[in-house]
């Protein structure tokens, strides 16, 4: 938002330096980015007046104009199409450092005399574009005929711009007038009085319908005759110039002033090309319309729209239409002034990727009370400016006016929420200056808001007014009093911590997926659905999907974290062979029997594929495979500290997965891990073997025993032993360590599988696993006879529950 400073002392007075003025404005929400000063690089710029304008002796398009200003005359050569005698002019003498109006890239360039076509210039009158004013550069800029010969350009057209970030809860502010009054609260200042036109009464002069409240809660119409389209007075040009916008006629030119002014949109229809009655409508399927920037457009589901009884002649709140604009040619006009849905302005805007200043507004929300205020400034000043009759009163649909309810705060609750008292006259003081209507009660006020205030509806809301403009600067910066609250560990979140620093450690990587996905991405693992454990699965019809969603490719909350890792999988083979994956968050399973918000557990996802990395150089590089990721969860839930957790064969899974293991959590199975089939891993359009694993996180979670407490390390030596088993093949690795765990004292700190045999001199159908047990107490050093206690004892368990036969005891 630009605003002059000039058109601001309008409306209120401003005493301070423009700089501070800035300072004070951004303490209180409205962020001023920074400061124009129009006019502050015009030296040797003066006010001329021309003299008398005779034709160039040696040039058809050139024209030598003899000009004024104060100091003297000179002759100047110029090429402008709407120079004439009696015109003040901009006059730039030599030495004068202008914009060059001739160049691709902006820069200035300073003047000098010289001859053009034999005839000697002494000085330039200017354009727009050579003052840097705006971009226009087909005549010259012609000055207010009070604008007195000889006065330096900078003290008639020189002013300082404020460009202010308003957010859009200061919507409100979003106009002079409304600036103007955040000004005189902050500062103190008495406002100037406020322009009141009224519109006339009687029996509205145009027809209009509007088909619901649910378009437009106010829509008003007035019929304006006997206009004279002509450019705007000097005034409207330079103020509308100062705020970033351009000059068209007068008519166009006040709706845009006004809307500037008071915040309002407006707009006017050629009432010649209108066919009857105007009818507020939403559009119907695919229809089309033409905008006035001459693009067809095919309008969105909703759109509000400006018709006749014939077409569609405007897009409410966003544009007017290409054949209902007003030209040269235009008499009469339909000025509109309306509050139109906010919500439907936004969702249109969007869809057509049609940005206007009246659409920013709108989005924001209006005050219907405003838009009667701003159609009388309107019309008054295009009375005043095209000579323009009313015809009957307005159209005005308003079904249901509704005014801000009273909000009652006490004192004391203004010295709880900013920390600092302020008197009771000085918060009466604040609302009232913001146009708060106060009724002052012993304990308290009640605050009745503006009607353009609909955001304050709480106590909290007009303290916040209270302590923006008495100033947040004012405030004292003091540290808390008391006790600190007792910090409190988040188990959940230091286990999900532990558990990404450990899978970082064990080589994967951490992806972090969109949580929308698409029926396609879904469909390579459709043959997954008979798997058990976590949802890997579902079809169309029972996943959750979104309302409005940006993309087809992003409809659908996702069931499973594998889909994803499935695509980076994909994507990524194109750079790299080995792949090792992760991916810890939500997922989103409709709940049975219910239309409401899906449940959203937590999932633990991994993918591998490519070849491990040899743990020794002369070890050759091996293929990953199923155990590789059996050994990363193994690893993780002794990390985590999983109770009773149990990797067991899972043999009766669908065709889509091999060599399935399970993952049991205190007898509840968390998920699987599994080789993905070719025929699935070709469907998600991946060539080489993968392994995957989808676990449900809160089971694990639930059977986490806690981040370990480190536990200082014994001085004494370990004590290593190993235990050759053999057992039928049959019998899983994981019943043999269970045994040697439970059984192998207190003393037994870890176990390590070492070698797997099979073959001769072993029975057919049989295998050997060597272990090696550590021992170690913490305050003695264990004999070798009290560990082959601890390891006989485990082997006599291995020979009773499993049947096993202790090699180098047994046989001998």
Request: proline share 8%.
């Amino acid at each position: 938002m630009k605003v002059p400073v000039s058109w601001l002392r309008e409306y209120v007075e401003i005493d301070l330096p423009v700089d501070e003025l800035a300072r004070v404005l951004t303490i209180a929400g409205m962020e001023v980015d920074k400061v124009e000063r129009t006019g502050e690089d015009w030296d040797h710029v003066y006010v001329g007046e021309v003299i008398r304008v005779e034709q160039h002796p040696n040039a058809d398009r050139l024209v030598l104009a003899t000009v004024a200003y104060g100091q003297g005359e000179l002759t100047v050569v110029t090429g402008a199409p709407n120079i004439a005698q009696g015109q003040k002019v901009a006059l730039a003498l030599e030495g004068a450092l202008l914009w060059d109006a001739y160049s691709e890239k902006p820069r200035k360039r300073k003047l000098k005399a010289g001859s053009i076509r034999g005839v000697r210039s002494e000085g330039m009158v200017c354009s727009e574009r050579e003052l840097g004013l705006s971009e226009e550069h087909e005549g010259i800029l012609v000055l207010p005929r009070e604008a007195p010969v000889g006065k330096p350009l900078s003290e008639v057209l020189g002013d300082y711009v404020l460009d202010i970030d308003l957010q859009p809860s200061f919507a409100y502010a979003n106009n002079v007038i409304g600036l103007a009054r955040e000004i005189a609260a902050i500062t103190g200042a008495s406002m100037h009085p406020l322009p009141e036109p009224r519109l006339p009464q009687g029996e509205p002069g145009v027809d209009a319908e509007v088909q619901g409240s649910q378009l437009a809660s106010r829509y008003m119409l007035q019929r304006l005759d006997n206009l004279s389209i002509k450019p705007s007075p000097a005034y409207i040009q330079q103020r509308l110039r100062a705020s970033g916008m351009r000059p068209i006629n007068n008519v166009v030119d006040v709706t845009n002033y006004v809307m500037l002014e008071y915040g309002q949109p407006l707009h006017g229809f050629d009432t010649a090309r209108v066919d009857g009655r105007v009818i507020v409508r939403p559009a119907g399927p695919n229809e089309v319309f033409e905008t006035l920037d001459h693009q067809r457009r095919v309008m969105p589901p909703g759109t509000i729209m400006i018709a006749d009884e014939r077409k569609a002649i405007g897009i409410g709140g966003i544009m007017g239409g290409l054949h209902s604009e007003v030209g040269p040619e235009t008499t009469s006009i339909l000025l509109e002034s309306a509050t139109f849905n906010a919500v439907q302005i936004r969702r249109s805007a969007r869809a057509m990727g049609l940005r206007t200043e009246a659409s920013g507004r709108f989005e924001r929300g209006m005050d219907p009370e405003l838009a009667a205020k701003a159609l009388a400034r309107a019309v008054e000043l295009l009375r005043e400016e095209a000579g323009a009759t009313l015809v009957g009163g307005p159209y005005d649909y308003y079904p249901d006016r509704r005014l801000p309810a009273p909000v009652r705060l006490a004192h004391s609750e203004v010295t709880r929420v900013l920390g600092v008292p302020i008197q009771p006259p000085e918060v009466v003081r604040i609302l009232r200056s913001l146009e708060f209507e106060v009724v002052s009660e012993p304990e308290a006020v009640v605050a009745t808001p503006p009607s353009y205030r609909r955001d304050v509806t709480l106590p909290a809301d007009l303290v916040e007014e209270v302590g923006r403009i008495h100033g947040y600067d004012s405030i004292p910066a003091t540290l808390p009093l008391g006790e600190l609250p007792v910090q409190r560990t988040d188990e959940a979140t230091l286990l999900e911590r532990r558990t990404r620093e450990w899978l970082a450690a064990a080589g994967l990587q951490e992806t972090i997926n969109y949580d929308l996905t698409s029926p396609g991405a879904l469909q390579p693992l459709r043959e997954l659905a008979a798997v058990g454990g976590p949802v890997l699965w579902r079809p169309v019809e029972e996943l959750v999907r979104v309302l409005n969603p940006l993309s087809t490719e992003r409809e659908y909350l996702r069931p499973s974290l594998l889909p994803g890792l499935l695509q980076n999988v994909r994507e990524n083979l194109r750079h790299q062979e080995r792949i090792w994956l992760y991916e810890l968050d939500r997922v989103f399973v409709r709940r049975d029997g219910q239309a409401e918000l899906p449940d959203e557990p937590k999932r633990l996802a991994m993918v591998l594929t490519g070849q491990r990395r040899p743990h020794a150089p002369q070890i050759q590089p091996e293929q990953t495979d199923i155990f590789d990721l059996k050994g990363v969860i193994a690893g993780l839930t002794r990390a985590l500290n999983v109770r009773a957790c149990n990797l067991p064969p899972a043999p009766d899974l669908p065709q889509a997965v091999r060599n399935a293991i399970a993952v049991e959590v205190e007898g509840r199975c968390a998920g699987y891990v599994f080789e993905l089939a070719p025929n699935v891993l070709a469907a998600a359009g991946i060539e080489q073997p993968v392994v995957a694993a989808e676990l449900d996180w809160e089971t694990i979670l639930r059977a986490a025993g806690g981040i370990r407490k480190f536990q200082p390390f014994s001085r004494f030596p370990v004590v290593r032993q190993d235990l050759a088993v053999g057992l039928q093949e049959h019998v899983p690795a994981a019943e043999v360590e269970r045994i040697i765990s439970r059984y192998g004292g207190r003393y037994l700190i870890a176990t390590r599988l070492v070698e797997v045999y099979r073959g001769a001199p072993l029975p057919s159908g049989t295998k050997s696993l060597l272990y090696r047990l550590a021992f170690q107490a913490s305050d003695r050093t264990l004999t070798e006879d009290e560990a082959s206690k601890f390891r006989k004892a485990v082997a006599r368990q291995l020979r009773e529950q499993l049947g096993a036969e202790i090699r180098g005891e047994d046989e001998s």
